[in-house]
């Protein structure tokens, strides 16, 4: 069946009307409209964010429809492996024992292409010595020749492979190879959209860690200064006791006195490091949590920074107000906005007494 466009008009030929009719095969024109069609489509997935999977599948039914009894892969490139990307018409099997494989100049054509970042055909895989090593895992399933284009970025670096197979012995015809180029072109849109994607969440990553890194930082300064005071009073408590016990003079009571102290002190100290433990815990559980409870540990692990700063407190703080979230995540955004906060004080206020940072919540 092919598709054609009639054409009639009436014409007069001496004074008898006739119909002039003409026919035109449009099978071409139509094969490319739908494959601009399935082109677009396939655009309109990648930039609508669809998986990767998804779309190469899209992209290898589309050729093996335009290429009746051609089968389709494509293999992402990592570290030196193929990884299997999308082949809806492959054996399960076949696509097992591809990936992970390892690239060279002579595994198979897709290794072959990334290896070398050149096309490879295979006309022959029982016979071309390129598929030795593999033809094992071809040949039961039917595929006797592989044509292989590397899918490239914008930059010529290598990311993948676009494989297009037949059950007999062949080379690519002319617009075979086109559309193996075309396959290609395509694939690497999604693949640069990936990659781009994998940078961007890697940044964002750093960024995150940097951040935390400087406000573990500023607890460390803010903890080694809470505990300055505690640990003078510890030593003084303890060299007293010393010093009374070689003259002699020390009692009961001033021990149990001086132990007693020496407990809170000891008592507060554990309390930092329970408060900068908790903090730099990497659970991401989201649940009800106390505002007020948060808003108590950020304080504890700020307040020496902001008493050495001169900077008040001024708090209007509800005692039931519940939300639902991350307590170390929340804990860590307070700290940045109160270190943001006496930063500014510190730059602009000069008289200490003006030095405040009001906290207030109120459900809405």
Request: proline letters at 2%; a negative charge.
């Amino acid at each position: 069946m092919i598709d054609v466009s009639i054409h009639a008009v009436r014409i007069e030929i001496n004074s008898e009307d006739y119909i002039y009719s003409s026919f035109r095969d449009i099978s071409e024109l139509k094969r490319t409209e739908e494959f601009i069609k399935n082109t677009n489509e396939i655009l309109e997935m990648i930039a609508t964010g669809k998986s990767a999977s998804e779309v190469y599948d899209e992209i290898a039914l589309m050729f093996e429809k335009r290429h009746p009894g051609m089968r389709c892969s494509l293999l992402e490139l990592e570290d030196g492996k193929l990884l299997h990307g999308g082949a809806p018409s492959m054996p399960q099997e076949y696509c097992d024992a591809v990936h992970g494989l390892e690239i060279g100049p002579e595994i198979g054509s897709c290794g072959t292409s990334t290896y070398t970042g050149k096309r490879v055909l295979v006309e022959n895989i029982e016979t071309d010595s390129k598929w030795k090593s593999i033809k094992a895992a071809a040949l039961p399933h039917g595929m006797r020749c592989c044509w292989s284009e590397p899918i490239k970025n914008s930059s010529g670096k290598v990311l993948g492979a676009f494989g297009m197979y037949y059950d007999y012995p062949a080379l690519p015809n002319k617009e075979e190879s086109e559309d193996l180029s075309s396959a290609a072109r395509l694939a690497s849109i999604v693949m640069e959209r990936d990659q781009a994607q994998k940078h961007i969440y890697e940044n964002q990553k750093f960024i995150a860690d940097q951040t935390k890194l400087a406000s573990m930082g500023e607890m460390i300064g803010n903890i080694a200064h809470q505990w300055r005071q505690p640990l003078s009073v510890i030593s003084t408590n303890a060299s007293g006791l010393k010093l009374d016990a070689e003259l002699s003079e020390v009692s009961k009571e001033d021990i149990l006195r001086s132990v007693d102290i020496i407990m809170k002190q000891a008592a507060y100290l554990s309390n930092t490091i329970d408060n900068f433990k908790n903090f730099i815990k990497t659970d991401k559980l989201n649940k009800l949590i106390f505002l007020k409870d948060v808003i108590t540990n950020t304080l504890n692990l700020v307040d020496a920074s902001l008493q050495n700063n001169y900077i008040k407190l001024i708090l209007d703080i509800e005692d039931d107000l519940e939300i639902f979230g991350n307590k170390n995540e929340l804990t860590e955004a307070f700290i940045n906005i109160i270190n943001n906060s006496k930063d500014v004080l510190k730059s602009t206020i000069k008289n200490s007494e003006d030095k405040l940072i009001f906290i207030k919540t109120k459900k809405n």
